[in-house]
């Protein structure tokens, strides 16, 4: 079973603005890593932050953990029209041999 | 660097016959490979992981004589559908996973999409 649930389902927002996604998991994890994947498209790896991370930056792209609530965030800021895609959550767990568990992703629209 | 190419694209093929798919990571070894399905608007489900030189292990569920899995090098992996139906029409994805401090992170195939008529 999916171990992420990402909220919201869908998002959509004005060129210029932020769009934030949260993803919760259910058990304990090595590292969290976040994608995006444009429409009949594979998956684009964006970020991976470790369990023992609290924050982690890549250009316009702020990912936090908060593993007490087992939750991360991804922060997009000043947003484009390139940015419309889903993006994905995904756990991973050592003793699971680093599997990857997605979550059901966010569905971003960014409108110019 | 860390790409992984898939083949074909897409297939249509007729119930009954057999597809296969090539997943080949070109520009690093890959240890493991993982094969993905994702149905429409939906999120990835894993199906099987395969490791080089050893037999695929396959999530609850996915029937191994069903979808066949081959990991015959460090950069190919094969899945193929056999006897397909319509039910197996999807997107199927893979991923690559190296070793050392690339065992971190998957790198993904842009993917297969597969029509049963």
């Known amino acids: 079973s999916q171990q992420g649930e990402e909220d919201p389902q869908a998002l959509s927002i004005q060129e210029g603005e932020n769009a934030t996604m949260n993803c919760s998991y259910k058990t304990s994890i090595n590292n969290l890593q976040w994608y995006r994947q444009n429409s009949g498209r594979g998956l684009v790896h964006l970020i991976l932050?470790?369990?023992?991370?609290r924050e982690k930056h890549s250009g316009r792209l702020r990912v936090t953990l908060d593993t007490s609530k087992k939750s991360s965030s991804l922060l997009i800021t000043a947003s484009r029209a390139a940015d419309t895609a889903s993006y994905f959550c995904a756990t991973a767990f050592k003793a699971a041999g680093n599997k990857l568990t997605f979550g059901g992703g966010t569905r971003v629209l960014v409108k110019p | 660097g860390a790409v992984v190419s898939q083949h074909p694209s897409w297939v249509i093929c007729k119930s009954g016959t057999s597809v296969k798919i090539e997943c080949r990571s070109l520009d690093f070894q890959a240890t493991t490979m993982f094969w993905y399905r994702q149905f429409p608007k939906q999120s990835l489900m894993l199906m099987a992981t395969?490791?080089?030189?050893?037999?695929?292990?396959?999530e609850q569920g996915v029937e191994k004589d069903k979808f066949l899995i081959n990991h015959a090098s460090l950069t190919l992996s094969t899945l193929t559908v056999t006897s397909a139906h319509p039910e197996d029409s999807s997107f199927y994805i893979c991923?690559?996973?190296?070793?050392?401090?690339?065992?971190?992170?998957?790198?993904f195939g842009p993917g297969t999409r597969l029509l049963v008529l």
């Open positions: 932050i470790r369990s023992n991370e």
């Open positions: 991923s690559a996973r190296g070793e050392g401090g690339w065992q971190e992170t998957q790198y």
């Open positions: 395969s490791n080089e030189g050893s037999k695929a292990t396959y």
